[in-house]
């Protein structure tokens, strides 16, 4: 009697797109590989899953090992499984999409990531593997996603002001937003508290400063409130 783990069966990935905001761009977090296959190119962090590790796990180690990065948020995204993405073997891969605030995450390449960096969504080298399209795929989740749920807020500080989230949100969805229209749905919906603190070291009039309340946006929710910019 024959059993499935005695055919040659597929290994198993995970790769992260990490996403992050800077003052102009959205930005994705690269690994440069150290290993062949693709040695020296730009790629997403990831690799192969362990025996006893669930995916979720597989996912968050990965980047703790090669990009630094700990405690972000994290959804799944697709299973990508095309015959020859990988040649080294037959690989099926299911990929994330991770949001980080920038100023609370620093980098740090390890185990077989050469290097980690930053680079504008919008002018990435060519990735190694497939990656490209997943890439692609992570950001036309976001600009989906963002719209519907207040995902972005993952993006910025704990503290920030209107016209952050509004930078944001054009920035995610490339386009421009009326301001006075965009700043009285927002403040609309309830799930804003404004503090009672205003921007230090800029050059500009500072503003104030704001926080998201996540448990007031899941109570609302339950009540039947819908995020929509």
């Known amino acids: 009697m024959k ?87 037959r690989v099926v891969t299911v990929a994330y999409y991770a949001l980080v605030n920038l100023t609370d995450h620093r980098v740090q390449a390890a185990t077989d990531a050469r290097n980690a960096a930053w680079f504008a969504v919008d002018d990435v080298p060519s990735l190694a593997f497939d990656h490209d399209q997943i890439l692609k795929m992570a950001h036309e989740r976001l600009r989906g996603k963002v719209r519907y749920q207040p995902i972005g807020f993952e993006l910025l500080p704990p503290k920030f002001t209107l016209r952050q989230i509004q930078h944001l949100y054009e920035v995610i969805l490339d386009r421009q937003l009326d301001k006075r229209n965009f700043r009285k749905k927002i403040l609309s919906m309830g799930i804003l508290v404004e503090l009672d603190e205003v921007e230090t070291d800029v050059a500009h009039r500072a503003a104030r400063l704001y926080q998201f309340d996540r448990r007031k946006y899941k109570r609302l929710t339950k009540q039947g409130f819908h995020f929509e910019i």
């Open 3 to 89: 059993y499935s783990y005695e055919y040659p069966r597929a290994a198993l990935t995970v790769d992260c797109v990490v996403f992050g905001l800077d003052e102009d761009d959205l930005q994705v977090l690269l690994i440069q590989r150290d290993l062949p296959p693709f040695e020296g190119d730009w790629a997403l962090p990831g690799g192969f899953v362990r025996l006893e590790e669930t995916l979720d796990e597989a996912a968050l180690r990965e980047l703790s090992e090669e990009t630094g990065l700990k405690n972000v948020y994290l959804e799944q995204l697709y299973s990508v499984g095309t015959v020859n993405r990988d040649p080294r073997e």
